[in-house]
């Protein structure tokens, strides 16, 4: 009896423990794909472009053309992410960057993937204003129904009640949410970071029991 109790708890936990770890793996696998299939391309292009010039020179050099060149593809990747990062941070790299993204968006069937993967890289960036906000839990849409939120800032109504903003992300893209208006008294403060409360967002939820029981962990919360 003792063990046909534990079986379906223990079932469950497994079931659990897999589709959680799945989902983080195919949050690392993505970005990890879209960058190797882009790398390779690059590498590819570059390959056949500086081929020739070493075919040519192979005779005049100690070691094997194929050393050389392998070399200088990666040099010429890492001066060139430089001199991107570099010029990013211009004005003109500024202006250059939303022209790109003004003209990606204008394809029709590029346009919706590439805002997705847009905003939700920004969303991660140094440069967001939400990253480091408060995480809290709140009763919304309804009384009994909870969600996770960041209050962004403080507002005071005319008659001078002071009330959170708060924003809610949506699943599963989190930059589509919404915004309520609470008072402090009706909202729980976590220690959860933005980091985790996007990945339990992206994951669809599947996430939430690991990340909170982990980051409770750390924080000495029985």
């Avoid at 109790?5 to 897999?18: E, I």
């Avoid at 292009?45 to 070691?63: H, K, M, R, W």
């Avoid at 890492?78 to 010029?87: D, F, M, Q, R």
């Amino acid at each position: 009896m003792t063990t046909g109790n534990r079986s379906p708890s223990f079932l469950a936990k497994c079931r659990t423990h897999v589709r959680a770890h799945l989902a983080t793996g195919l949050l690392l696998l993505i970005p990890l794909a879209v960058t190797y299939l882009i790398l390779r391309f690059i590498w590819s292009f570059l390959y056949e472009a500086l081929l020739p010039v070493f075919d040519l020179a192979e005779g005049q050099i100690t070691y094997p053309a194929g050393i050389y060149l392998q070399v200088s593809i990666v040099a010429i990747l890492a001066v060139s992410l430089y001199l991107l990062g570099w010029l990013a941070r211009t004005v003109v790299g500024a202006q250059a960057i939303n022209y790109w993204h003004r003209a990606i968006e204008s394809i029709p069937v590029v346009r919706g993937f590439y805002r997705v993967i847009r905003q939700v890289t920004d969303m991660f960036s140094d440069s967001n204003p939400l990253s480091g906000k408060p995480v809290v839990v709140l009763e919304y849409p309804r009384l009994g129904m909870l969600s996770l939120g960041i209050v962004t800032s403080r507002f005071v109504m005319p008659n001078g009640e002071e009330y959170l903003t708060v924003y809610i992300p949506t699943i599963p893209i989190p930059t589509s949410g919404y915004m309520a208006f609470v008072k402090e008294n009706e909202v729980t403060e976590t220690n959860i970071t933005f980091d985790e409360i996007m990945r339990i967002i992206l994951s669809g939820g599947v996430l939430s029991e690991e990340i909170t029981r982990a980051h409770y962990a750390r924080e000495g919360v029985s």
